[in-house]
C-alpha cells in the first residue's frame, strides 16, 4: 500500500512557474512507476506526465516540452516542474502509480494559473 501527498500548487500568473511535489509513504516507492494527473474544472481526470522505474519519461502534447516529471527514491518523492503555465493548466493536479489505482489517490493540490 502508498499513501500519497501533493503539495506546491498556488496562484500563478500565465508565463510563470511551479514545481508540485508528490511524497509517498510505504517501503516500496521504487518499485512503481509513477505518474502526475490533473482534472481541470469541469472534465475528466488526464494523466499529463509519467515516470517509469528507470526514469524514462513521457509526457502529454499539451504539456511537452514546458513541464518535466522527476522522481527521487531516496526521500520517496516525484516532481512535476512546470514552466510557462498557461490558464488552460488550471486544474486539481494529483500523482498516482501508473497504470492508476483507485485505492491510491491523494487530495491533490490545486494549481491555478491567471492574470
Known amino acids: 500500500q502508498v499513501q500519497l501527498v501533493e503539495s506546491g500548487g498556488g496562484l500563478v500568473q500565465p508565463g510563470g512557474s511551479l514545481r508540485l511535489s508528490c511524497a509517498a509513504s510505504?517501503?516500496?516507492?521504487?518499485?512503481?512507476?509513477m505518474g502526475w494527473y490533473r482534472q481541470p474544472p469541469g472534465k475528466q481526470r488526464e494523466l499529463v506526465a509519467r515516470i517509469t522505474i528507470g526514469g524514462s519519461t513521457n509526457y502529454a502534447d499539451s504539456v511537452k516540452g514546458r513541464f518535466t516529471i522527476s522522481r527521487d527514491n531516496a526521500k520517496n518523492t516525484v516532481y512535476l516542474q512546470m514552466n510557462r503555465l498557461k490558464p488552460e493548466d488550471t486544474a486539481v493536479y494529483y500523482c498516482?502509480?501508473?497504470?492508476?489505482?483507485?485505492?491510491?489517490w491523494g487530495q491533490g493540490t490545486q494549481v491555478t494559473v491567471s492574470s
Open positions: 510505504g517501503r516500496t516507492f521504487y518499485a512503481y512507476n
Open positions: 498516482n502509480v501508473f497504470p492508476q489505482r483507485q485505492d491510491f
